[in-house]
T-cell receptor
Framework: DAGVTQSPTHLIKTRGQQVTLRCSPK?????VSWYQQALGQGPQFIFQ???????QRGNFPDRFSGHQFPNYSSELNVNALLLGDSALYLC???????????FGPGTRLTVL | GENVEQHPSTLSVQEGDSAVIKCTYS??????FPWYKQELGKRPQLIID?????GEKKDQRIAVTLNKTAKHFSLHITETQPEDSAVYFC???????????FGRGTSLIVHP
């Protein structure tokens, strides 16, 4: 079992560009959550996907959007990138009906 | 919403000493409290968790205690080793929720 995987590992973009990050959950998990972690801070919840729909959303602007596919993998899209979007983006998956979260290695996004 | 306070923000100990990290939460409906360890540049990893139907849980050198009345829970690490050096995050979740609220993290430094 590969656990939660994310791609790419690192990404450099410029302001105004758009980015797509990808996540494959742990085998048997059906819920995917996305977090933004700025340097020296705890993870901040962006949104969660279950059954291909956004189940809950944190306090992030509409520039942040996502998708979940039938195989439970997920994408995070960020439009009109700002310098402040530079962070580690973490994906976490959960098994059915259990609220334990298992994190992926993250994607380090740098916006120049 | 839930608010989780974590103290201290930095903890420096000598190898072999014990370390204690404390968290308080605001929502009495929270009933699941995981602890994560995050080494520099790596993903948060679940190290221990506790549910509100128990007061203490131990796993080798790590233990977590929960006081529901006072709404606080603590992580205890005994016989600390240099490899315990990392940032530790506490979190709280309500029953039926899959969204943890994280504390701001404690940077634990274990000096050889």
């Amino acid at each position: 079992d590969a656990g939660v995987t994310q791609s790419p590992t690192h990404l450099i973009k410029t302001r105004g560009q758009q980015v797509t990050l990808r996540c494959s959950p742990k085998s048997g998990h059906d819920t995917v959550s996305w977090y933004q972690q700025a340097l020296g801070q705890g993870p901040q919840f962006i949104f969660q996907y279950y059954e291909e729909e956004e189940r809950q959303r944190g306090n992030f602007p509409d520039r942040f959007s996502g998708h979940q596919f039938p195989n439970y993998s997920s994408e995070l899209n960020v439009n009109a990138l700002l310098l402040g979007d530079s962070a580690l983006y973490l994906c976490a998956s959960s098994p059915p009906r259990i609220n334990e979260q298992f994190f992926g290695p993250g994607t380090r996004l740098t916006v120049l | 919403g839930e608010n989780v306070e974590q103290h201290p923000s930095t903890l420096s100990v000598q190898e072999g000493d014990s370390a204690v990290i404390k968290c308080t939460y605001s929502d009495s409906a929270s009933n699941y409290f995981p602890w994560y360890k995050q080494e520099l540049g790596k993903r948060p990893q679940l190290i221990i968790d506790i549910r509100s139907n128990v007061g203490e849980k131990k796993d080798q050198r790590i233990a977590v205690t929960l006081n529901k009345t006072a709404k606080h829970f603590s992580l205890h690490i005994t016989e600390t080793q240099p490899e315990d050096s990392a940032v530790y995050f506490c979190a709280a979740l309500k029953g039926g929720s899959y969204i943890p609220t994280f504390g701001r993290g404690t940077s634990l430094i274990v000096h050889p």
